[in-house]
């Protein structure tokens, strides 16, 4: 167009309007039938998953079966999720002391599964306003959050049942377990549970829940990729969101 507006040469015009010549003929190839399935999928998990990023979405999709087969490299993916204008914007990180922390040379380290079991409760409302609690187990060698319970409030022989059906369900005992100084882990029914079991109980600091750091950080991953987009009206619901985040 400025050419033949102006009359100017095409390397006057691509240089005034910070051209490559060699865009006016190349052409951008076609994109193939997989790759607009591949498009369409992944702007399908964006709107489910809104704080989800690329990687997890290629992590989601490696786990159905028509793209086990298919070329699924990190490049790729994180290029339509680019194009496509999904990439979320970077929660900003807050500066971090340099060296051990508090307690860290002591800090018992997961060697194999079921070494080391996490517990932390969180809690949220519902839509009128009831209180509802989440309760966390996890194991710290897998990452693998073993169950996620939601209830109206717990008490030590709920956090037992708990421990006792994840038994039940590995068929595997936890040789520690750790959690903070909150009056249900502390009671003598789970102080006794844990010496029937073998269990030796790992309790952090008071204050400082960086010593739990597994299962504070899935906390905080829960809330942001689960809770934060949802609202709660029922029990049957808090449930549903569970058992869906942990099947994910």
């Not at 167009?1 to 240089?15: D, I, L």
């Not at 029937?196 to 952090?204: H, P």
Request: glycine share 6%.
């Amino acid at each position: 167009m400025a050419q033949e507006k102006f009359g100017a040469s095409e390397r006057f015009a691509c240089t005034v309007l910070g051209q490559n010549r060699s865009a006016l003929r190349k052409t951008k190839p076609g994109s193939s039938a997989e790759e607009h399935q591949l498009c369409a999928d992944l702007r399908s998990i964006a709107s489910k998953y809104p704080a989800w990023g690329w990687l997890k979405a290629r992590w989601h999709l490696l786990g159905q079966s028509r793209w086990q087969d298919m070329t699924l490299n990190r490049k790729r993916v994180r290029r339509l999720w680019r194009d496509e204008g999904m990439t979320c914007k970077p929660k900003r990180r807050k500066k971090r002391r340099t060296g051990p922390g508090a307690g860290e040379e002591k800090r018992l380290s997961a060697l194999y599964g079921m070494h080391v079991l996490s517990f932390d409760f969180q809690s949220d409302v519902t839509s009128c306003g009831r209180h509802v609690r989440f309760f966390f187990r996890l194991d710290e060698y897998t990452r693998k959050a073993l169950a996620i319970v939601p209830r109206r409030s717990f008490a030590t022989p709920d956090v037992v049942a708990v421990l006792e059906g994840i038994i039940a369900e590995t068929g595997i005992e936890p040789a520690n377990v750790r959690c903070d100084n909150g009056p249900e882990f502390t009671a003598e029914a789970l102080i006794s549970w844990c010496a029937t079991t073998g269990a030796k109980t790992a309790f952090i600091d008071p204050g400082s829940p960086w010593q739990n750091a597994f299962i504070e950080s899935f906390n905080a991953q829960f809330r942001r990729e689960q809770l934060a987009g949802e609202i709660i009206d029922t029990m049957a619901d808090a449930k549903y969101l569970a058992e869906e985040y942990r099947s994910i």
